[in-house]
């Protein structure tokens, strides 16, 4: 089975009429103000997991600051999971420092979404103000048997729309809070995964922790897919396309480009992904 762990969908109002959406939500017109950017509905992405294979994708919307934006959002992600179950795994997303966010996952969590993200933090980075206001939704998760996904991004190299200005030191220490949530790091994690590799505290701290692959053939070689599974363990690598920014089968190509062995392309196109939902169905999160 191959599954997506990183997808986003936006019900008709925003995709129509993305310029009302703009005003006092920065970081959305930063990443879709041009109409190059691709917004889509359930339909589509079913059409684009059809056309490459993939059986299961984890969807959700943006973390948006206004309220209402976030709910519409929110209830377009049930309403997907409710019209495809078979085919769709939704997260609930917010602004990190909505005051109302763990009460918009409990909402959602009620509703038959399986998580919360992908969050992102596009001022400031992934702060200490930020790991102290998520207390009561990481608080929710742990008590829904919930996912947690949070936006990362490498804090080197060239500028682009949606890059924020975390560092390895803010992503560490907001994943070593909270040990017992099982989190994913989308983007590879921004490179926090190559720790890994030091003696002492780092394994131990990402016991929980995965990364998706989300955008890497516009940002790593191909080699990464490798080099990543054999620091981090190909057992803690989730394939996400970021769709639509991505269609699955740019990355597949690029899997079959560096010597992976057909168990560790299955680890990561499926496997993990399909051990990680199986641990929230047999707690009743599915």
Not at 192 to 216: C, G, I, P, R
Not at 249 to 254: A, I, L, T
Request: aromatic letters at 12%; hydrophobic letters at 40%.
């Amino acid at each position: 089975m191959i599954i997506d762990f990183h997808t986003h969908i936006f019900p008709p109002r925003i995709r129509e009429n993305r310029e009302v959406f703009f005003n006092g939500e920065e970081a959305f017109k930063s990443l879709y103000n041009s109409p190059q950017a691709r917004l889509v509905g359930p339909r589509d992405l079913i059409s684009a997991m059809d056309e490459a294979g993939v059986q299961k994708s984890l969807v959700f919307g943006f973390s948006w600051e206004n309220a209402e934006y976030f709910k519409l959002n929110n209830d377009y992600v049930v309403e997907a999971v409710n019209r495809y179950p078979d085919r769709l795994v939704g997260l609930a997303c917010f602004s990190p420092f909505s005051p109302t966010g763990a009460k918009e996952a409990e909402r959602c969590f009620n509703q038959g979404l399986s998580g919360v993200g992908e969050l992102a933090v596009y001022g400031d980075g992934i702060t200490t103000a930020v790991v102290q206001a998520l207390k009561p939704v990481m608080d929710m998760c742990l008590e829904q048997n919930g996912l947690f996904m949070l936006h990362t991004n490498e804090p080197v190299g060239h500028p682009y729309p949606g890059k924020t200005p975390n560092t390895l030191r803010q992503i560490y220490d907001f994943v070593k809070a909270y040990p017992e949530n099982r989190i994913i790091l989308a983007h590879w994690g921004g490179g926090l995964l190559f720790y890994a590799l030091m003696k002492k505290e780092v394994k131990t701290v990402l016991q929980n922790v995965w990364f998706d692959t989300a955008a890497s053939p516009f940002l790593y070689r191909p080699e990464m897919y490798r080099i990543a599974g054999e620091v981090a363990g190909f057992d803690k690598i989730l394939f996400g396309s970021d769709y639509p920014l991505l269609k699955p089968q740019r990355y597949f190509k690029e899997m079959g480009t560096v010597g992976l062995t057909t168990d560790q392309m299955d680890q990561i196109t499926g496997l993990n992904a399909q051990n990680l939902l199986a641990r929230l169905s047999q707690n009743g999160s599915l």
